[in-house]
């Protein structure tokens, strides 16, 4: 069973820092790529940062510069570490996992609020 599980969100300030994990199993984790989603509340998904099995990340222009996207293979998890949040960046971020010609996998989604 592939199972996909995001943890680390909550409530903080503008300004502040939060990081974000998902750990996958069920599949051969060092051959996906992995990527992290946000839905804002009315808002369309949209894809917020990409690292593929070689490591070179990708992110969306409005958070570079802010968040990181890293892997362990070895733990079979991913992370995104998010600095100088915005409430903007309030949303449900979702990982992913996408092997190449095949279908993608999600997690069941974290919710991160930017709030003073």
């Known amino acids: 069973q592939v199972q996909l599980v995001e943890s680390g969100g909550d409530l903080v300030q503008p300004g502040g820092s939060l990081d974000l994990s998902c750990a996958a199993s069920?599949?051969?984790?060092?051959?996906?790529?992995m990527a992290w989603y946000r839905q804002p509340p009315g808002k369309e998904r949209e894809l917020v940062a990409l690292?593929?099995?070689?490591?070179?990340?990708n992110y969306k222009d409005s958070v570079k510069g802010r968040f990181t996207i890293s892997r362990d293979n070895a733990k079979s998890t991913v992370y995104l570490l998010m600095d100088n949040l915005r409430p903007e960046d309030t949303a449900v971020y979702y990982c992913?996992?996408?092997?190449?010609?095949?279908?993608?996998?999600w997690g069941q989604g974290t919710q991160v609020t930017v709030s003073s």
């Open positions: 069920g599949i051969r984790f060092s051959s996906y790529a």
């Open positions: 690292i593929t099995t070689g490591g070179t990340a």
């Open positions: 992913q996992a996408t092997f190449f010609g095949d279908q993608s996998y």
